[in-house]
């Protein structure tokens, strides 16, 4: 059975930073595609950030570009989203989402498993 588990999420006040992980099980890890997405209240879950099992391919939306950082340990099964200069806009409910197969990398339809999220709070 996979598992994914978000952890990290919080509030913060903007311009501060958050540190959200994703720790998997169940998956072949090293081969999965790890992407993040977020859903605010009243709108639809969006494409955040992802990562290909190389590690060498990483994909951001335009809006958290240079904020946001991914990076996985395949070692330890975790994804992890780095967030700075966060903003009141980010406050969202974040999802860690994988798939071992090949499909549109910001497309939330082609990820297989998803974890149940972890909110992210940014005052003003």
């Known amino acids: 059975q996979v598992q994914l588990v978000e952890s990290g999420g919080g509030l913060v006040q903007a311009g501060g930073s958050l540190r959200l992980s994703c720790a998997a099980s169940g998956l072949t890890f090293s081969s999965a595609t790890v992407a993040w997405f977020r859903q605010a209240p009243g709108k639809e879950r969006e494409f955040v950030a992802a990562?290909?099992?190389?590690?060498?391919?990483?994909y951001y939306a335009d809006s958290v570009k240079g904020r946001f950082t991914i990076s996985r340990d395949n070692a330890k099964n975790t994804v992890c989203l780095q967030m700075s200069s966060l903003e009141p806009v980010d406050t969202a409910n974040y999802y860690c989402?994988?798939?071992?197969?090949?499909?549109?990398?910001?497309?939330?339809?082609?990820?297989?498993?998803w974890g149940q999220g972890t909110q992210v709070t940014v005052s003003s």
């Open positions: 989402a994988a798939r071992n197969g090949p499909g549109a990398i910001t497309t939330l339809d082609t990820y297989a498993y």
């Open positions: 990562i290909t099992r190389s590690r060498e391919n990483t």
